[in-house]
């Protein structure tokens, strides 16, 4: 082991350290450079590349990022001639000693950091600190009880990356087998079929992406369908080798290659072995300047837990990871800045249609014993005369007590993902639902409606809040009725011959006022396609004197939830 490396820029300079060059750490290290040009900045990072844009390998396996440089957002050379930071790369750091104040840092690299090719490798040897950043990032999930796991590929790196292009180009398979189907998992089959593989996606789970609700993801979910992924749900390999994958159900399917994409776990090994508190499932535990329980550490990216709402819970995005980098540098530059409450912003496409959500769940809201309100629209794009405006699915959650909004999703081909950033920025400023209805969103038929989704779900939110409309969920339509309620349909009769809830009445909107007495006595629920028409019904019952209430989000989100 070499002597401890000194500082090159004098006694009375800063010396810190950041453990891993993509996002967090890389924004971390450029934005301290910017305030601080006495520092000494060093970055170790394990792989061959440093600052690549990973949210776009799946795009460079499919072909539609052809350029594979243009992922290479900076080199070591250009960080040294630029901001003068040391970038040691295919080097690995083994061990952090707290009371020293050290790293150790493993055999490796091929330069010294300067980019000036002179250096042959930097040895082993003993890095002091006075800061260090831990920015480790994570790793795919390895899920027991699969025999050859061995066998299996995964997508974290710029190495991964090209080990699929080949595989996905070489002709050498027919298929490509996917286990798992989140973020990486749907982007990775949707290029593996622009490619012209037979595509295979397995999921536990009951649905895709099973970080939405079951009844919003299912159009995204109809998209892949559509478009020849070939879906095996509630299921998961069970036996994996070169060529041939065998799921728990039964099912053989040969002449593959497999992805492994069932989630990430926090690289915080070194976290752990150095003391550091972490939560229950290994991530870094950090206060709100990103400050460990080690005064002199920070943790930023996906090894981190983040501050919620509601707890501390895992959020592995680029954006949390680059904000939260950026923010370090600022607290070590002596700035007393501090961390926004994270809401887990999110979107994905595939095949023209994109998913996005923000906030918690429903599923995620109940598991923490919290019972929202809850509204479901079915608005158009844009204005409905103007062509080619296209459906929204979207849902709001938001408190019983207060309005606050605790989550928003919406699918939809298009629009979808502009509605949650609007509300996102809504949370953030602590709008509540029923706020919604106020705000000033530009307007053109071309790109929107006089009332906007954002404002419909305003004046929803608003009718549920006051008590002007009482509703009633999808998966909760079944108690009702056992308990004695009567569903009554008020669309058309051509509407009702298309389909329709079994059992239920049909009485046209337009006919209520003369037909009320063919109504059953007791309570009443009704419906229509989206709720609008309902939520006319429910107020004509209403001030009849009878008791009523609407069915969210109609016909189209229960036959969503359900999948009839």
């Not at 300047?289 to 592995?316: C, H, L, W």
Request: charged fraction near 20%; glycine fraction near 12%; charge should be negative.
């Amino acid at each position: 082991m070499v002597e401890a490396t000194t500082s090159t820029l004098g006694e009375d300079s800063m010396r810190v350290v950041i453990i891993g060059g993509v996002a967090g750490g890389m924004s971390a290290a450029t934005r301290l450079r910017r305030l601080d040009e006495t520092a000494e900045i060093i970055v170790i990072e394990r792989s061959e590349y440093v600052s690549y844009a990973n949210c776009g390998l799946p795009y460079y396996v499919g072909g539609i990022i052809d350029d594979r440089e243009a992922l290479m957002l900076q080199t070591p050379e250009k960080l040294w001639d630029r901001f003068r930071i040391q970038v040691r790369t295919g080097t690995e750091v083994t061990a952090i000693d707290r009371a020293a104040q050290t790293v150790t840092v493993a055999a490796g690299g091929t330069g010294d950091g300067t980019g000036d090719g002179s250096g042959t490798g930097y040895g082993t040897e003993t890095l002091p600190y006075d800061r260090l950043i831990l920015s480790m990032g994570a790793r795919p999930t390895i899920p027991a009880g699969i025999t050859g796991i061995e066998h299996t590929h995964s997508l974290r790196t710029v190495a991964d990356a090209d080990a699929l292009y080949a595989l996905a180009t070489s002709g050498g398979h027919s298929k490509a087998v996917i286990i798992g189907a989140g973020y990486i998992g749907v982007e990775l089959a949707e290029n593996f079929v622009l490619r012209g593989l037979e595509t295979h996606l397995v999921q536990r789970a009951a649905t895709v992406m099973p970080g939405f609700d079951p009844e919003m993801i299912a159009g995204f979910q109809k998209a892949l369908v559509t478009h020849e992924v070939r879906l095996h749900l509630k299921t998961t390999a069970a036996t994996i080798t070169e060529n041939t994958v065998t799921l728990a159900n039964g099912t053989v399917l040969t002449d593959v290659f497999t992805i492994l994409a069932t989630g990430v776990s926090p690289d915080s090994h070194l976290a752990i072995e150095a003391g550091l508190a972490v939560t229950a499932t290994g991530h870094i535990l950090v206060d709100d300047q990103m400050r460990t329980n080690e005064p002199t550490i920070f943790a930023v990216g996906d090894a981190t837990s983040k501050a919620t709402a509601y707890g501390q819970r895992a959020i592995p995005l680029a954006n949390l990871a680059n904000r939260h980098g950026r923010l370090v540098a600022d607290v070590i530059a002596g700035r007393d800045v501090r961390a926004a409450v994270a809401s887990g912003t999110s979107t994905i496409s595939a095949f023209g249609v994109v998913a996005a959500m923000t906030g918690m769940s429903e599923r995620a809201l109940t598991a923490v014993g919290i019972t929202p309100h809850i509204i479901h629209l079915h608005p158009g794009s844009h204005a409905g005369y103007y062509p080619g405006a296209a459906p929204i699915a979207l849902k709001v959650l938001f408190s019983k007590e207060t309005g606050a909004i605790l989550g928003a999703q919406a699918v939809g081909a298009d629009g979808a993902d502009k509605r949650i950033d609007v509300i996102a920025t809504a949370m953030a400023g602590g709008l509540t639902a029923d706020q919604l209805m106020d705000l000033e969103l530009a307007y053109s038929p071309q790109v929107g409606s006089a009332k906007d989704p954002i404002n419909m779900a305003g004046y929803i939110a608003d009718n549920v809040l006051s008590g002007t409309t009482r509703t009633i969920q999808w998966h909760e339509l079944d108690t009702a009725r056992e308990a004695g309620a009567t569903l009554i349909d008020v669309r058309t009769a051509g509407e009702f011959a298309n389909g329709a809830i079994p059992g239920a009445l049909n009485v046209d909107l337009n006919e209520l006022r003369s037909r009320i007495h063919e109504l059953p006595a007791g309570e009443l629920i009704v419906h229509c396609q989206v709720g609008q028409r309902g939520h006319t019904a429910s107020r004509l019952l209403t001030e009849l004197g009878r008791s009523v209430r609407n069915l969210d989000g109609g016909w189209l989100t229960w036959r969503a939830g359900t999948g009839l």
